[in-house]
């Protein structure tokens, strides 16, 4: 069946490092990605999308790109902010009817000043 | 701001009793879902509704598990009986295409 596998976490960074976490994902047909974030306490926030091969989704300065040739949505940010520790996940949706999305174990991400 | 609303946002109970978790999804929306958040099983889907109407819940177990929409503007997940393993973060979620999600119910079973 379809899946999505993340790197584990935690991830710790330094306030304004770089940051990569990476997604691939296995899905018959041409699923639509998501990265969704969850800060402390809350529900998950969609955080950016791509729906075919070769888009890229922004979002608050976060990046990513639907390759459809490695099967990857890696999630990126230039520089990351104490702000933004929290919780990512990477989903898919196989029917593109926006039902039934498939998360990823979720990515913790640390930043510190 | 439209938002997806979830009573109680916290609940303690112990094992055997009836526990009711509602959501108030985004109106005009026509789909909502559940979820289910552990550490050890990460986000499980348990069922979702697309005009009131089950679409799946598969993911949710029968015999204690039950999801409704007694209306356009209230879904309702029960657990009859609670058991400790049901201790987890319920999450509703409403929409369509984007899902936007309440701020969950926390579920303690002792």
């Known amino acids: 069946g379809d899946s999505v596998t993340q790197m584990e976490g935690p991830v710790t960074l330094s306030e304004e490092a770089f940051l990569t976490i990476n997604c691939t994902y296995t899905a018959t047909g041409y699923p639509s990605l998501f990265w969704y974030v969850q800060y402390p306490g809350e529900g998950l926030q969609l955080l950016l999308k791509a729906t075919k091969a070769d888009d890229k989704g922004s979002n608050k300065g976060f990046e990513a790109t639907y390759r459809k040739e490695t099967t990857s949505f890696h999630l990126e940010k230039g520089s990351v902010q104490v702000s933004d520790s929290a919780v990512y996940f990477c989903a898919l949706d196989s029917n593109q009817a926006g039902t039934a999305l498939i998360f990823g174990k979720g990515t913790t991400l640390s930043v510190s000043s | 701001d439209a938002r997806v609303t979830q009573t109680p946002r916290h609940k303690v109970t112990e094992m055997g009793q009836e526990v009711t978790m509602r959501c108030q999804p985004i109106?005009?929306?026509?789909?909502v879902f559940w979820y289910r958040q552990t550490m050890m099983q990460g986000l499980e889907l348990l069922a979702y509704f697309r005009n009131r109407a089950p679409l799946d819940d598969s993911g949710m177990p029968k015999d204690r598990f039950s999801a409704e929409m007694p209306d356009a503007t209230l879904a309702t997940l029960k657990i009859q009986p609670s058991e400790p393993r049901d201790s987890a973060v319920y999450f509703c979620?409403?929409?369509?295409?984007?899902?936007?999600f309440g701020p969950g119910t926390r579920l303690t079973v002792t």
């Open positions: 109106l005009g929306h026509n789909t």
């Open positions: 979620a409403s929409g369509g295409y984007e899902q936007y």
